[in-house]
């Protein structure tokens, strides 16, 4: 197993958009920096579920792994969700956070700004990819449809889209 590199993923993102869409600014020699979508600001001591802007895919041979930017853990941000993105993930991920500054002052992180490395990791094994409740969580129809088509297209081996369907049908919406 081993991380991908910039060039390998620069790949993976124009096959298969494992990360959609993506800015050519925000990839690091060993991943990408996921933003968020919208601006929020914490409170100290308070709690949310911030959602990446970007849609995340860890194509079936892969996971991948979460490290939080130095910046906000400096201000006093905590990231409680584990660090690891299940292989055949799609969807656009929920960050938790808390704001745990020494100074209980608020945190405030901005729409575009780069927040969290994401790690693409390659696995040995047979796939099995997620089919899990959030497959698909906070996608709009036509980028459930772009992601479908790659997974027919790419993937239908290792898929069972009829279940794909279903959960597109009842996941987490915007």
């Known amino acids: 197993m081993c991380v991908i590199g910039r060039d ?3 790949k993976l993102v124009e096959k298969y958009k494992c ?3 993506a800015s050519p600014s925000l990839f690091d020699g060993d991943g990408y920096v996921l933003t968020v ?3 929020v600001t914490l409170q100290y001591l308070e709690h949310k579920n911030l959602v990446s802007y ?6 079936p041979d892969m996971v991948a792994h979460l490290t939080a930017k130095s910046r906000y853990g400096r201000m006093g941000l905590s990231f409680l969700n584990a660090a690891k993105v299940h292989s055949g993930f799609i969807g656009r991920l929920a960050l938790e ?3 745990l500054s020494n100074d209980r002052s608020p945190i405030t992180i901005t729409r575009g700004d780069p927040f969290m490395h994401i790690e693409f990791i390659t696995r040995d094994g047979a796939p099995s990819p997620y089919t899990g409740p959030y497959m698909f969580q906070y996608m709009s129809d036509e980028e459930v449809e772009i992601y479908m088509d790659i997974i027919e297209k790419y993937f239908s081996e290792v898929y069972d889209t009829g279940i794909l369907r279903k959960l ?3 996941r987490i919406r915007l």
């Open 19 to 21: 990360i959609y869409p």
């Open 168 to 170: 597109a049908l009842s």
């Open 37 to 39: 979508m919208e601006d």
């Open 8 to 10: 390998r993923l620069e």
């Open 54 to 59: 970007e849609v995340v895919f860890t194509p």
């Open 97 to 99: 956070v808390v704001n």
